[in-house]
């Protein structure tokens, strides 16, 4: 997420952080509660700072953990670089019913080489959730938005593309300041 930062720093500030497994250069994840705790907390000291809307991004599991916190926290939305809608890669370990609750806009950016999301399986996804959903499709990109080289376009033109789509989103995203009361 490091690259990421500075990229999207373009767009407005960025605070970055790991989960305890990743500190620890544990390999196996840390359980869902714990990953959704530590994504509140730092969640919370960001708050402290600021109040202004936030907008939670993650790549992979750290946007799927966005997506669940964004369940219980107001927060204007929910950016997901390369969601990983089945685990492993196995269409029968689907990590969709977080999505079909979540009530937060969100703007998944997907690559069509992506092996943990494929693009026929979130749109189905997509057809049953009931918030504002938007999708970023990243022609020849894998599950790291990293794509191989054609047509006169190298990995940073696509990655400023990217920035430029998430600009776009937060930008047409209403800012209530609290997004989740009504």
Known sequence: MQSWKQRLSEIGEVETFDYDYMRESRRRPDPLPKLIATHRATLASVRAKTDAPIFLIGKSMGGRIGCHVALEEDVAGVICLG????????????????????????????GTRDPLCPLELLEQVRGQMMTKHLLYVVEG???????????????????????????????ETPMDRHPGRE
């Open 83 to 110: 969601y990983p809608l089945c685990g492993g890669g196995d269409t029968s370990k689907m990590r969709d019913e977080v999505l079909r609750h979540l009530r937060r806009p969100i703007l998944f950016l997907q």
């Open 141 to 171: 990109g894998d599950h790291s938005l990293r794509v191989l080289v054609r047509g006169g376009k190298n990995q940073a033109d696509v990655d400023q593309e990217i920035v430029d789509a998430i600009g776009l989103f937060i930008r």
